[in-house]
T-cell receptor, first 114, second 113 residues
């Protein structure tokens, strides 16, 4: 099992460009999440998907859109990238959306917006 | 407003000694706490958790203590090993918001020989 995979590992964008970050999990988990991590701050939730076909905003959703393509895949789209979106992005999954469910993280995508 | 705080950005401990990582929180609605470990260029990995109905949870070399009245938790690693060198994040959840993990800023632990 690969667990949670993310592509690309690293990306440089110019301001105004768009891109999609891909995430896939092979653990048959129902719930998936997108976080960003910035220097001096903890991980912050951007969007999550409780189950296939549903998505909800997290703490910092502005400037992002998501698609839960199927049970395995959850993508994050930046329509018009801004320097403030320079960050490391982590995708995670869990069996369910429940208090004691452990979230499993991918290796991250490092994004630089110039 | 940082609801989960890890006030020590870094900690250095000798191999074999105890490592104590601290975490404070302000939101009294938090009732489930987790510790994640992160190596460079990897995602965080789950380490240990504790429910607010307990004050201690142990898993091998790792023990988490929770003091609800002080809104404080700590992670003890005994004995510390060089492979424990990583960034440790404290995270918390509130009942009814199971989707949302609130993370601290992390503490970088270095275990020296």
């Amino acid at each position: 099992n690969a667990g949670v995979t993310q592509t690309p590992k690293f990306q440089v964008l110019k301001t105004g460009q768009s891109m999609t970050l891909q995430c896939a999990q092979d653990m048959n988990h129902n719930s998936m999440y997108w976080y960003r991590q910035d220097p001096g701050m903890g991980l912050r939730l951007i969007y999550y998907s409780a189950s296939e076909g549903t998505t909800d905003k997290g703490e910092v959703p502005n400037g992002y859109n998501v698609s839960r393509l199927n049970k395995r895949e959850f993508s994050l789209r930046l329509e018009s990238a801004a320097p403030s979106q320079t960050s490391v992005y982590f995708c995670a999954s869990s069996e369910a959306l429940a208090l004691k469910e452990t979230q499993y993280f991918g290796p991250g995508t490092r994004l630089l917006v110039l | 407003d940082q609801q989960v705080k890890q006030n020590s950005p870094s900690l250095s401990v000798q191999e074999g000694r105890i490592s104590i990582l601290n975490c404070d929180y302000t939101n009294s609605m938090f009732d489930y706490f987790l510790w994640y470990k992160k190596y460079p260029a990897e995602g965080p990995t789950f380490l240990i958790s504790i429910s607010s109905i307990k004050d201690k949870n142990e898993d091998g070399r790792f023990t988490v203590f929770l003091n609800k009245s002080a809104k404080h938790l700590s992670l003890h690693i005994v004995p510390s090993q060089p492979g424990d060198s990583a960034v440790y994040f404290c995270a918390a959840r509130a009942t009814g918001t199971a989707s949302k993990l609130t993370f601290g800023t992390g503490t970088r632990l270095q275990v020296t020989l």
